[in-house]
């Protein structure tokens, strides 16, 4: 079992629709969980971080953490063309320290006008 | 600009060759962490920096494999004898007390 799994997508929704990405996590104890958003042949840029469970919003986004069923999502809002990347799910992992990210393989998003 | 930064940008090596890379961590960061990422995966942690100390090393971080960060500011990561299967991004990334890792542009090594 992968310690971080995603659908690897591509998940197509069409402008202006909700966008919903899922992530699910093997390590009981983890206890920080990042998105972040890369475009292709770029790096990795942090868009939310969530360390409690329930929701937390920053603008058109939304994270959401149940570490009873190790789950964390993120919700986008009013997605633009401009969302269209690999949205990647990261875990700290809680046993060693916060010293690390285990990364998901990525959810392709393709946002259609 | 006070991200953080990376250089080269992309190498180009031949099997067998020796490369370095370098990563200027945002400057108030006293945690500097190196991934490597191939294709359709996401990144692999390699090793992790607490100022100067290298506190965890990955089972992938191989012999041919090291990485330095004198006095706690850049750092600089080395492979040895370059391998094909060494061709990916190799992703420095730098984090504070919140734990929150901010990546630099990355550094696309081709082995040929």
């Known amino acids: 079992q992968k310690e971080v799994e995603q659908n690897s997508g591509p998940l197509s929704v069409p402008e202006g629709a909700i966008a919903s990405l899922n992530c699910t996590y093997s390590?009981?104890?983890?206890?920080?969980f990042f998105w972040y958003r890369q475009y292709s042949g770029k790096s990795p840029e942090l868009i939310m971080s969530?360390?409690?469970?329930g929701d937390k919003e920053d603008g058109r986004f939304t994270a959401q953490l149940n570490k009873a069923s190790q789950y964390v999502s993120l919700l986008i809002r009013d997605s633009q063309p401009s969302d269209s990347a690999t949205y990647l799910c990261?875990?700290?992992?809680?046993?060693?320290?916060?010293?690390?990210?285990?990364f998901g393989a990525g959810t392709r998003l393709a946002v259609h006008p | 600009d006070t991200g953080v930064s990376q250089n080269p940008r992309h190498k180009i090596t031949k099997r067998g060759q020796n490369v370095t890379f370098r990563c200027d961590p945002i400057?108030?960061?006293?945690?500097l962490y190196w991934y490597r990422q191939t294709l359709g995966q996401g990144p692999e942690f390699l090793t992790y920096?607490?100022?100067?100390?290298?506190?965890?090393k990955s089972r992938l971080l191989s012999d041919r494999f090291s990485a330095e960060r004198p006095k706690g500011s850049f750092s600089t990561l080395e492979i040895q004898r370059t391998e094909q299967g060494d061709s990916a991004m190799y992703l420095c990334?730098?984090?504070?007390?919140?734990?929150?890792?901010?990546f630099g542009p990355g550094t696309r090594l081709t082995v040929t």
């Open positions: 990334a730098s984090s504070s007390v919140t734990y929150e890792q901010y």
């Open positions: 390590d009981r104890v983890s206890q920080s």
């Open positions: 969530i360390y409690s469970n």
């Open positions: 990261a875990v700290e992992p809680g046993s060693g320290g916060y010293n690390k990210l285990i």
């Open positions: 400057s108030e960061h006293n945690r």
């Open positions: 920096f607490q100022n100067e100390a290298q506190l965890e």
